[in-house]
């Protein structure tokens, strides 16, 4: 059941066709739906989200949404980041807060969408806010692909790398946290910031948050216990195909 809020929000899942790693990867098929209606049709259920659409360059993708009966729009081609794509998705729709939900993670608990976006809904003065899991697997600590995140004892975000953060100096008792892509911009904050030039940090990790810290704006960590696979690579797409229980 949705429900009922002052803020209208909106989810955007940011697709498109010519992944350099993965090529038609919103289109790969798992069990029998393309991986964007799964994402899409997990979203959907978030009890905060009023409409979820599939922002997209590619007329394949366009179809495939529209074909399951989902919403979709067609976005410029010459975007370089889905933070701008969805800019342009949101321009001219009314909404409050907008969620950057993530086109190749299949699986995404719409439990953890509506975490994400609870801070924002709660606090006005909050612009926005993102995700993060405690590290179990030790491999990922070390793995550049899995972001890391530090933040201070309110949960605000000090620093996001792909190196292993904190580093651990004495070998004692330390906890790491991967920080998992989904994004809760309060709109009005989201205009100003695809106006923002990249910044050095954003530029030498290839990471988009680094752009908002560094320019001074702070961003609200919500911890879960679900964790949520993205589909990067080939290997990738054959862990995923093997998993036994795929409604």
């Keep these: ?21 993965l090529p038609g990867k919103p289109l790969l098929m798992i069990s029998g739906k393309p991986m964007i209606q799964r994402v899409y049709e997990s979203a959907v259920k978030s009890i905060y989200l009023s409409e979820v659409i599939v922002a997209t360059d590619d007329r394949r993708i366009f179809n495939c949404v529209m074909g399951f009966g989902g919403k979709a729009v067609m976005t410029s081609a010459k975007h370089k980041s889905g933070t701008d794509r969805i800019c342009e998705a949101v321009n001219r729709i009314k909404a409050d807060i907008v969620v950057n939900i993530q086109g ?55 620093y996001f790398s792909r190196s292993v953060l904190p580093f651990n100096r004495d070998g004692g008792k330390t906890d790491y946290y991967k920080h998992i892509g989904l994004y809760v911009y309060r709109k009005k904050y989201l205009m100003k910031y695809k106006n923002l030039n ?30 949520s696979f993205s589909v990067d690579t080939k290997e990738d797409y054959s862990k995923i195909k093997s998993r036994k229980r795929i409604a």
């Design 1 to 21: 059941m949705k429900r009922t809020n002052k803020n209208i929000v909106i989810g955007v899942i940011p697709a498109r066709y010519k992944s350099t790693r």
């Design 104 to 158: 190749d993670e299949p699986f995404i608990d719409y439990k953890n969408i509506d975490k994400a976006i609870e801070p924002l809904i709660s606090n006005e003065k909050i612009n926005v806010s993102t995700l993060a899991i405690k590290i179990k697997d030790k491999k990922e600590i070390c793995d550049s692909n899995k972001v890391k995140v530090v933040f201070d004892n309110n949960n605000t975000a000090l």
């Design 198 to 227: 990249q910044t050095k940090l954003e530029a030498s990790e290839k990471l988009e948050q680094l752009r908002i810290l560094e320019n001074g704006e702070k961003i609200k960590v919500v911890i879960t216990k679900t964790d």
